[in-house]
T-cell receptor, first 115, second 114 residues
Framework: EAQVTQNPRYLITVTGKKLTVTCSQN?????MSWYRQDPGLGLRQIYY???????DKGDVPEGYKVSRKEKRNFPLILESPSPNQTSLYFC??????????????FGPGTRLTVL | AQKVTQAQTEISVVEKEDVTLDCVYE???????LFWYKQPPSGELVFLIR??????QNEISGRYSWNFQKSTSSFNFTITASQVVDSAVYFC???????????FGQGTRLTINP
């Protein structure tokens, strides 16, 4: 089954404790992206990757890191989480945003609470 | 700048009523793509439709229909004969051609009451 998976689905942590949210896709997609969802703001892009070893900042990258060492995986790293990073996080993947028929498919979401 | 506005924060209707979710977008690009996603209470985002800017034909899929009007920069979504299972948050999104992200609206929470 074609899918985007994220782990963990739920996480409660404390300020300053490094954490990683994993994202994996099995569709051989080149493009992957992270978004955060906050009430009243919709979803906003954090980082994206056009291919292996190619990453770039989205609209709200502060406090986050990413890496793309393999095509299928795109982990989101919070080196020193703070309460304002409490949010619902989504990973997405697609073939290529440059294609007219491109559609992004989303993972199930990770609900993060930073105390 | 790209922007998507979903002015209706919450809508509540009784089952079997028709309901329209509004979406207004802003872009200076001549080629762009519009999307609707559904987020049920379980939290995942489900792709519903993609529409290209050069194709203004309305689309119908079962009880769902979409009305795209470039003249008013709108891409509205109508659910006919709503059902309780339609209860969800619905997001409208825009992607200009070549852009590396989706620009989302704020979302509309739709509640269908039995």
């Amino acid at each position: 089954e074609a899918q985007v998976t994220q782990n963990p689905r739920y996480l409660i942590t404390v300020t300053g404790k490094k954490l990683t949210v994993t994202c994996s896709q099995n569709m051989n997609h080149e493009y992957m992206s992270w978004y955060r969802q906050d009430p009243g703001l919709g979803l906003r892009q954090i980082y994206y990757s056009m291919n292996v070893e190619v990453t770039d900042k989205g609209d709200v990258p502060e406090g986050y890191k990413v890496s793309r060492k393999e095509k299928r995986n795109f982990p989101l790293i919070l080196e020193s989480p703070s309460p304002n990073q409490t949010s619902l996080y989504f990973c997405a993947s697609s073939w290529s945003p440059g294609l007219a028929v491109d559609t992004q498919y989303f993972g199930p979401g990770t609900r993060l609470t930073v105390l | 700048a790209q922007k998507v506005t979903q002015a209706q924060t919450e809508i509540s209707v009784v089952e079997k009523e028709d309901v329209t979710l509004d979406c207004v977008y802003e872009t200076r690009d001549t080629t762009y793509y519009l999307f609707w996603y559904k987020q049920p209470p379980s939290g995942e985002l489900v792709f519903l439709i993609r529409r290209n800017s050069f194709d203004e034909q309305n689309e119908i899929s079962g009880r769902y229909s979409w009305n795209f009007q470039k003249s008013t920069s709108s891409f509205n979504f109508t659910i006919t004969a709503s059902q309780v299972v339609d209860s969800a948050v619905y997001f409208c999104a825009l992607r200009p051609q070549g852009a590396q992200k989706l620009v989302f609206g704020q979302g509309t929470r739709l509640t269908i009451n039995p």
